[in-house]
């Protein structure tokens, strides 16, 4: 998969460098490529904002920059077309079913907005030989795109074949389409059996598969009903029933 991050703060991505990602960019199974936006601009000072049309506070990133670097960045690859990412409150709820769906296609760019955003007319622009989707991380507002960049960036590299050593610890993810329906992973264990007075719960030494499931479905479904009400809505009533039942 190839990854362009189109920002004025590239020194931002250096985590890219690190741990399984790093590796993976090593490896070749990543090509991540970052722009400074700042490149396609001319003027002295490399602006890249300028003051909102109607009024109000705050500056809107100029609409130039971002085309020509949109048009440098995705021009290069013989036809090739990639998805653009706009990383945005007012996005669409980025979620692991949109991990799994990014983590499919062959090339992304990310265009990391900062200030109160960039001229909207540039996703317009985009849109007319692109993909463009807008996406948020949450219901907050951070300076900048980068740090949902590199979350959506994360979520979506862990996925692909070969990032990740031990492929079985993605199938058990938490929102993993299919796991458990949706419900989030309730607590997990390790060594030593015994921590400052606290007990591993016995099922998880019994040996018992069966019992371990079970335990482990039924503990999802209480931390999902304590923390995620909201999941618990998706499922459908009769397969709550069954699962309370087997429970
Ligand atoms: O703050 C965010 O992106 C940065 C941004 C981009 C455009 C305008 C304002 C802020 C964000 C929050 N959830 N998901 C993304």
Request: proline content about 8%.
């Amino acid at each position: 998969m190839r990854i362009d991050i189109i920002t004025i703060f590239p020194d931002y991505f250096a985590p890219l460098d690190l741990s399984l990602i790093g590796k993976a960019r090593r490896s070749g199974l990543i090509d991540v490529r970052l722009h400074d936006l700042r490149r396609w601009t001319y003027d002295r000072h490399h602006t890249v904002d300028d003051t909102p049309y109607g009024g109000g506070p705050g500056m809107v990133m100029k609409p130039e920059p971002w085309g020509e670097a949109l048009d440098a960045v995705t021009g290069d690859a013989d036809g090739a077309t990639p998805r653009l990412v706009l990383p945005t409150p007012s996005g669409l709820p980025f979620t692991q079913q949109d991990a799994v769906r990014l983590a499919a296609e062959p090339w992304l760019v990310f265009a990391c907005g900062r200030y109160e955003g960039i001229d909207a007319r540039v996703a317009v622009d985009a849109a007319r030989r692109m993909p463009v989707e807008e996406l948020s991380i949450g219901d907050y507002v951070l300076n900048g795109g980068e740090a949902a960049t590199l979350v959506m960036v994360e979520a979506v590299s862990r996925l692909l074949p070969g990032v990740l050593g031990n492929a079985e610890s993605v199938a058990q993810d938490s929102f993993a389409p299919g796991m458990m329906d949706n419900l989030v992973e309730g607590p997990v264990y390790t060594k030593p059996a015994v921590w400052r007075g606290q007990e591993v719960p016995p099922v998880l030494l019994s040996g018992h598969h069966g019992a371990v499931d079970r335990w482990r479905r039924d503990e999802a479904l209480r931390k999902t009903a304590r923390n995620r009400p909201d999941l618990l809505d998706r499922l459908d009533p009769d397969t709550l029933d069954r699962r309370d039942r087997e429970v």
